[in-house]
């Protein structure tokens, strides 16, 4: 059973049932790898919100959306068509459709003159009205939720949750809005809406309209259907997490097949600032965060596989 975390509990020491989140929490994330947190600070209509705004703009004739085609740029920003990626090279590219934002770089931070695709310009489309608005207020929102959960989490494994605090500055954090439609009719046991991965960055603050459709895979073989509200958020970590505390957090596959309802998640994958250095303290070793995301990235979206 994924556990579900009230957040009120899990963010206030003083909190009679604080410590069983916390033991909750030690649980999802060096166990499992999933866990369910609600009642949070961001409430089920402003997810609603930014999904209503997504399912509007994946609506919209594709010529429309082809002006943000995210294949154009080199970056994972703007819109990405069916096909445009394959997270596993065993499965067809996913059918899926995205639509991607990130952190925006004042044009003064010396950070921006590196010209690093982590931190690319967003590509904001003129329809729906109000679209880039609402998307801005959710990623803020979001990523304060998530940097207090991935303190939350280092504390509850035994790290130090104020380490985190300065490595997430310029987050490299990734808004995605997935657009699942009814799986097609030619699909076959090799197409996925998302075939199975890892995620491969930190923490995944993942909300959707409540449609089922993500399966995590069970350390003892078989899949486990998860399926939240809106309003209550599916996280699950990341390699560069795993990587980050020498794997007693875990990254655990998962997937989505499809159904004959389509569905939109919205994931926002929380990664840290470009040159934190994302191993074990002490290990002697570099990987620098921008160079695992890029790899995997290239490796992933299709117009960016040399």
């Known amino acids: 059973m994924i556990p579900s975390i009230d957040a009120e509990a899990l963010f206030d020491p003083a909190h009679l049932a604080h410590y069983e989140a916390l033991a909750e929490v030690r649980r999802g994330a060096t ?16 997810v609603l919100k930014v999904i209503a705004m997504l399912r509007a703009f994946f609506h919209l004739p594709p010529a429309e959306k082809e002006a943000y085609d995210m294949a ?9 068509a069916s096909g445009g990626e394959q997270v ?16 925006e770089l004042d044009p003064a931070d010396p950070v921006a003159a590196l010209g690093l695709p982590a931190y690319a310009p967003n590509l904001w489309p003129a329809r729906p009205e109000g679209f880039a608005e609402t998307l801005k207020a959710y990623y803020a929102r979001a990523t ?9 989490i280092a504390d509850a494994v035994g790290e130090d949750g104020a380490y985190f605090a300065d490595k997430f500055t310029r987050p490299m954090a990734l808004l995605r809005g997935n657009f699942y439609p ?6 076959t046991e090799r197409d996925f809406g998302i075939a199975t991965h890892t995620d491969y ?3 995944t603050l993942l909300a959707t309209d409540g449609v089922p459709g993500l399966e995590v895979r069970l350390r003892g073989g078989g899949w486990l259907p998860v399926v939240a509200e809106p309003g209550t958020f599916i996280i699950n970590f990341g390699e560069m997490l795993e990587m980050w505390t020498g794997g007693r957090i875990v990254a655990t596959p998962h997937r989505v097949k499809g ?17 934190a250095n994302v191993v074990p303290v002490g290990s002697g070793k570099v990987i620098r965060a921008v160079d695992h995301l890029q790899k995997r990235f ?6 960016l596989k040399k």
């Not at 290239?298 to 117009?303: E, I, Q, V, W």
């Open 201 to 203: 960055g930190c923490v």
């Open 259 to 275: 159904s004959d309802q389509e569905r939109i998640s919205v994931p926002l994958f929380f990664n840290s600032n470009h040159d």
């Open 88 to 103: 596993d090279p065993e499965a067809n590219p996913d059918y899926k459709q995205v639509y991607d934002c990130g952190f």
């Open 144 to 152: 304060g939720l998530a940097l207090k959960l991935l303190q939350a």
């Open 298 to 303: 290239n490796g992933t979206y299709l117009h």
């Open 31 to 46: 166990e499992i790898g999933f866990l369910t947190l609600r009642n949070t600070e961001i409430s089920p209509d402003e």
């Open 182 to 187: 009814e799986r097609p009719e030619w699909a």
């Open 72 to 80: 154009r740029t080199g970056s994972n920003r703007g819109w990405g």
